[in-house]
């Protein structure tokens, strides 16, 4: 299987395409300069510089792009919808990596995490980008995406136990009533989506145990 990580060395990319190397895949790195992931090969360049004809061939894109400032953080939604774009039409899956703010707080799905948390002020372009990058994803018919929130609390030295919950569009607690997930642990859920494909053109959300 030949998998490309967008943002490959950033600590969610590189965590990512290390795991799916050890699970003996085919991994190409995007990114701007040295790739200094594990992944096998690399495409440098730009991510707004990528062509179809660059992604040609690929089985999976993973789009592990991060941004915090007020002035880059417009970069996940223009990522998430420039990947669909030039994927559309194709077998090839998007496998996005999210944000829990998103997460809907009741059954109807009527309040998300941010409607009823008070985030700091700074934090909210942050959860509008993820929330912006999902619901372009969602207008998408023919393309093969799935969006993956993390737990609230994302850390990203946190241990990697091996174990994960998988759990869908609502907010979930473990049975500590935690919300939280290291990096690693989020790695290898995504990898098992990339392996069984099993939630194509759904939101899932994955916490620690």
Excluded: C
């Excluded at 965590?15 to 440098?44: C, F, P, W």
């Excluded at 009823?116 to 980008?129: G, I, T």
């Amino acid at each position: 299987m030949r998998i490309a990580v967008a943002a490959a060395n950033g600590k969610a990319g590189r965590l990512i395409a290390q795991e799916a190397v050890n699970r003996g895949m085919d991994v190409t790195a995007i990114v701007r300069g040295e790739n200094k992931s594990a992944a096998q090969n690399a495409i440098i360049k730009d991510l707004f510089d990528i062509t179809k004809e660059d992604l040609a061939g690929f089985d999976v894109v993973v789009d592990a792009v991060g941004a915090w400032t007020p002035d880059t953080v417009h970069a996940v939604p223009d990522a998430a919808k420039m990947l669909a774009d030039l994927l559309k039409g194709s077998d090839a899956r998007l496998i996005v990596v999210g944000g829990a703010g998103s997460l809907y707080m009741d059954p109807e799905h009527t309040k998300t995490v941010a409607d009823v948390v008070e985030f700091p002020e700074a934090a909210m372009p942050v959860l509008k980008a993820h929330k912006e990058a999902l619901d372009a994803l969602r207008a998408y018919d023919d393309v093969n995406w799935t969006y993956v929130s993390p737990a609230a609390e994302f850390t990203a030295d946190g241990e990697r136990t091996g174990k994960y919950i998988l759990a869908g569009e609502e907010f979930t607690t473990n049975s500590k009533g935690e919300s939280i997930i290291s990096y690693a642990d989020y790695a290898i859920a995504i990898v098992d989506e990339i392996k069984n494909a099993a939630h194509v053109k759904e939101r899932i959300s994955v916490l620690g145990e």
